[in-house]
């Protein structure tokens, strides 16, 4: 089984990955780790925050990797903000019937009512170096886009919007 999980960032994407390696061993490719080390290698000319671009560039990669998995029966999730939204059409429906997507979205009320705790929690898995692009505003107009897209291609998604679901609820 593939697992694809998609969201605005500080959504809990590698979160969740890290949950599901630890109680099913279900290896994870990070598409920020993929991005990181296609730009540090200098094997990409791109910013880490030009996420039309990457998403251009990652996709067609992990695209590949999931087929390679899906070939081998292996189980592997993948977590990033860089699965187009569109993912679906490049599968077969026999593909597609051993993928589960989900996406990750913060409600506004959430959001307004918990952005310091989002904060807080950003390192939990990850210690990201420089998080000073990461707003109240980014994090509010991520999200409400990410919401729209899901609506928009009927793909699943997780509204966090009470509270933070604890791992079991995942």
Known sequence: MIYLIAGASHTGKTLLAQQLLERHHIPYLSLDHLKMGLIR??????????????????????????????????????????????????????????IRYLCLVMSRDYLLRHFAQVQR????????????????????????EALRQCQLHGLPYRLIDETYPRESEW
Do not use: K
């Open 41 to 98: 290698s200098g094997t990409i000319a791109l910013s880490p925050t030009q996420d039309e671009a990457l998403t251009a560039v990652l996709w067609p990669i992990a695209r590949e990797m999931i087929r390679t998995a899906l070939e081998n029966r292996q189980s592997l999730t993948v977590e990033g903000c860089y699965i187009p939204y569109t993912w679906q059409q490049d599968f077969t429906p026999a593909e597609r019937a051993e």
């Open 121 to 144: 929690y950003a390192n939990v898995v990850e210690h990201r170096l420089d998080d000073s692009d990461f707003t109240l505003d980014t994090a509010l107009a991520d999200n409400a």
